[in-house]
């Protein structure tokens, strides 16, 4: 690769850098994160464990959101360096390792600007997750539970905390659902993608003649409330059922009724929560679920969209959005935007950044369309 090529492609991500610190607010973020120091410094922090811990996880998804633009932007740096070094000396195998870290970086930098894409009212929220078995019998319940653990894997791979609020189990194995809050800026807008309803297609563990089974699961995503959001739910709307905690196997996890379930009596929509050790944050907790899906409700109709913002799906055949095969191949293909992948271990260990970035590129093209 000749030098003015290497010059003119660095100029080109350097860039794009500057349209996504822009676009992004990274000096916001920085802002942020020094008031968030301040607060995290303050002997009295854990006087309020809710706060504490809200104002701690942010701060923590803020500085890995800031860390990966800071890392990148090093990185375009000393890939200057080297190719200036390369040229200089004629050494061929910097220039290679130039050209391996050039294809490299411009993939991070993909990624990392598919960020800017997410600019709808919600989008750079934090995200309340939703799984639940659909068809199937104990094959889509034991492929919820993998649902989950996919997602949180996804998450602790970006640093991201997670926070579990409700885990159903099935009798036998799996999840009947689950409910839980990943923190992080723009977690809304990246993860909203996923709602809808996935499939599974494997040899069954639990058949013992070894047949085939097909299984469903669906997500729903919705954005966590802030303060500034308007959303009156009165008391008598609500109907309040508290109920023992179980863990796997039907076992007894707490000796009080400390799970709490709250049912929107005009919509019928059901949250549960009981992660928390009282009652009383459990209902808190439930409260602040329930919230969050009446606004996605709420807005959802104002703008005649629901499935768009609140992927509310039947789970079942017909409405699914991804396969996962297993058997008689493997694979896992999003059925909207064509994005498969051959090894579904790692799309199960939390390897979605390629199906997410797909799902936003396609979300943003169809939008595009609409309005057009």
Same mark, same amino acid.
């Given at each position: 690769?000749?030098?003015?090529?290497?010059?003119?492609?660095?100029?080109?991500?350097?860039?794009?850098?500057?349209?996504?610190?822009?676009?992004? *607010?990274?000096?916001?973020?920085?802002?942020?994160?020094?008031?968030?120091?301040? #607060?995290?410094?303050?002997?009295?922090?854990?006087?309020?464990?809710?706060?504490?811990?809200?104002?701690?996880?942010?701060?923590?998804?803020? #500085?890995?959101?800031? *860390?990966?633009? *800071?890392?990148?932007?090093?990185?375009?740096?000393?890939?200057?360096?080297?190719?200036?070094?390369?040229?200089?000396?004629?050494?061929?195998?910097a220039l290679a390792d130039a050209d391996r870290e050039l294809a490299r970086i411009k993939k991070?930098?993909?990624?990392?600007? +598919?960020?800017?894409?997410?600019?709808?009212?919600?989008?750079?929220? &934090?995200?309340? =997750?939703?799984?639940?078995?659909?068809?199937?019998?104990?094959?889509?319940?034991?492929?919820?539970?993998?649902?989950?653990?996919?997602?949180?894997?996804?998450?602790?791979?970006?640093?991201?905390?997670?926070?579990?609020?409700?885990?159903?189990?099935?009798? &036998?194995?799996?999840?009947?659902?689950?409910?839980?809050?990943?923190?992080?800026?723009?977690?809304?807008?990246?993860?909203?993608? &996923?709602?809808?309803?996935?499939?599974?297609?494997?040899?069954?563990?639990?058949?013992?003649?070894?047949?085939?089974?097909?299984?469903?699961?669906?997500?729903?995503?919705?954005?966590?409330?802030?303060?500034?959001?308007?959303?009156?739910?009165?008391?008598?709307?609500?109907?309040?059922?508290?109920?023992?905690?179980?863990?796997?196997?039907?076992?007894?996890?707490?000796?009080?009724?400390?799970?709490?379930?709250?049912?929107?009596?005009?919509?019928?929509?059901?949250?549960?929560?009981?992660?928390?050790?009282?009652?009383? #944050?459990?209902?808190?907790?439930?409260? +602040?679920?329930?919230?969050?899906?009446?606004?996605?409700?709420?807005?959802?109709?104002?703008?005649?969209?629901?499935?768009?913002?609140?992927?509310?799906?039947?789970?079942?055949?017909? *409405?699914?959005?991804?396969?996962?095969?297993?058997?008689?191949?493997?694979? =896992?293909?999003?059925?909207?935007?064509?994005?498969?992948?051959?090894?579904?271990?790692a799309v199960f260990d939390g390897d979605l950044d390629g199906f997410l970035e797909a799902g936003i590129r396609w979300r943003r093209g169809a939008d595009q369309a609409e309005n057009n």
């Amino acid at each position: 690769m000749a030098g003015p090529d290497y010059d003119q492609q660095i100029k080109t991500l350097q860039a794009t850098m500057f349209t996504i610190e822009q676009v992004l *607010d990274i000096a916001e973020m920085r802002r942020e994160i020094a008031d968030l120091g301040e #607060q995290v410094a303050a002997p009295d922090l854990w006087d309020d464990q809710d706060n504490a811990t809200r104002v701690t996880g942010r701060l923590s998804a803020l #500085q890995g959101e800031v *860390d990966r633009f *800071d890392s990148l932007t090093g990185r375009i740096e000393d890939l200057e360096i080297m190719v200036e070094l390369g040229q200089e000396e004629g050494d061929a195998e910097a220039l290679a390792d130039a050209d391996r870290e050039l294809a490299r970086i411009k993939k991070s930098v993909e990624v990392l600007e +598919v960020r800017t894409l997410l600019n709808g009212e919600y989008d750079a929220r &934090e995200a309340l =997750v939703s799984i639940r078995a659909g068809a199937g019998g104990v094959d889509a319940a034991d492929f919820a539970e993998t649902l989950m653990r996919m997602y949180v894997r996804w998450a602790e791979q970006h640093k991201y905390p997670v926070e579990v609020y409700e885990t159903s189990y099935a009798e &036998e194995a799996g999840l009947k659902s689950a409910t839980f809050a990943i923190h992080a800026p723009y977690a809304y807008g990246t993860l909203s993608v &996923e709602a809808g309803t996935h499939r599974l297609v494997r040899i069954s563990p639990f058949d013992n003649q070894g047949r085939r089974q097909t299984s469903f699961a669906a997500v729903e995503v919705v954005p966590v409330l802030e303060q500034t959001d308007e959303i009156d739910v009165p008391d008598e709307e609500i109907r309040v059922d508290v109920y023992r905690s179980g863990g796997p196997g039907g076992q007894s996890v707490n000796t009080t009724d400390s799970a709490v379930r709250l049912t929107h009596i005009p919509t019928g929509t059901v949250v549960s929560c009981q992660n928390e050790k009282s009652q009383l #944050q459990n209902k808190a907790s439930a409260m +602040v679920v329930l919230k969050a899906k009446l606004l996605a409700l709420k807005k959802a109709e104002e703008k005649a969209h629901l499935d768009g913002l609140r992927g509310d799906v039947q789970a079942s055949w017909g *409405d699914q959005m991804r396969n996962y095969v297993l058997n008689p191949y493997q694979v =896992v293909k999003d059925l909207r935007t064509g994005f498969e992948v051959g090894n579904p271990t790692a799309v199960f260990d939390g390897d979605l950044d390629g199906f997410l970035e797909a799902g936003i590129r396609w979300r943003r093209g169809a939008d595009q369309a609409e309005n057009n």
